[in-house]
């Protein structure tokens, strides 16, 4: 596995984003790191989203999920975006069939996220942006083996569910804040996301990671931008929980590792033309974030 050593690509000080002609010596560097070794009571997951977006893409992602399947995770995330928003590609019932075959590639559990490009964005070819969300529900609302995953009802996309101590909640969150999401579909996010939390504290969780695809603009926030209500609500919980929440999403292809709300730990990974992925490696007192290629 070629990683990017956890030390140079995480932790809460990595504030800043990493410009890609930056990161290219880190990546010769990474290319002969050995694979970080698995220690004792290691909880690990991995992450991935905005991918694939070409078809080098998906020969890259074929390589990538080989080498995936070559680790010890509970199971893995698609945080959103699996193709542009072209018509042939993220609005097309073939590229979505196409993604739905090659992620059962992936031997651990696999769980699947919308992203803007599979619907919301769809309305910019004249599509109807709730059919195409219909369409990801039918190819991609299936069991994962092994996760125990709870559904909400009307809106199965949004998922939790629990393991070694720890909660997760996955929602969907389109990004570029102007969508025709509609009303009812933003209250079901949020109550689910306030259940959710909920559950996660009467179980007493040590992390609780909330998986969505929008960024949710931190620091460029604007009142009127779509997500002032997701920073609010973020802002609450993560005062509440002190440390223990941790936001993970995709949706402007940059990698950061930082603290954006007071509380709050935030997980970007990159996205096209990057091909890679967050592994998350979990222990007693720690939070291990290495980049994988």
């Known amino acids: 596995m070629n990683w990017g050593q956890g030390r140079i690509f995480s932790g809460r000080n990595n504030s800043a984003l990493t410009p890609f002609f930056r990161l290219a010596p880190l990546l010769l560097v990474a290319a002969c790191a050995p694979l970080a ?35 010890r995770l509970a199971f893995v995330v698609h945080v959103g975006d699996l193709g542009s928003s072209a018509r042939d590609q993220g609005c097309s ?68 569910w629990s393991a070694a101590n720890y909660y997760f909640i996955g929602l969907n969150v389109p990004g570029r804040g102007a969508n025709p999401a509609s009303e009812a579909h933003m209250v079901s996010v949020f109550e689910w996301l306030d259940e959710s939390l909920a559950k996660a504290e009467s179980n007493r969780a040590q992390h609780i990671f909330v998986f969505l695809h929008a960024d949710p603009h931190f620091e460029r926030a ?8 997701l920073r609010a609500v973020l802002a609450t919980h993560a005062a509440w929980f002190k440390g223990r929440l941790v936001l993970v999403h995709g949706d402007t292809h940059v990698y950061r590792d930082d603290e954006p709300l007071p509380g709050l730990r935030r997980l970007q990974m990159w996205g096209a033309p990057l091909v890679s992925w967050l592994r998350v490696s979990t222990q007693p007192e720690s939070l291990r974030v290495d980049v994988g290629w």
Request: aromatic share 10%.
């Open 93 to 160: 019932d073939a590229w979505l069939a196409a993604r739905q075959r090659q992620f059962a590639t992936i031997r651990h559990p696999f769980v699947l996220l919308p992203g803007d490009n599979e619907w919301s964005d769809c309305v910019n070819h004249k599509l109807d942006p709730q059919a195409r969300l219909s369409q990801w529900r039918r190819l991609f609302c299936t069991p994962a083996p092994i996760l125990a995953l709870e559904r909400q009802s009307g809106y199965c996309e949004n998922v939790r």
């Open 37 to 71: 070794p698995v220690t004792q009571g290691e909880f690990a997951f991995g992450v991935l989203g905005d991918t694939p977006y070409s078809p080098a893409e998906v020969r890259k992602l074929d390589a990538l999920i080989g080498r995936i399947n070559e680790d």
């Open 222 to 229: 604007a009142p009127n931008d779509g997500y002032s209500r």
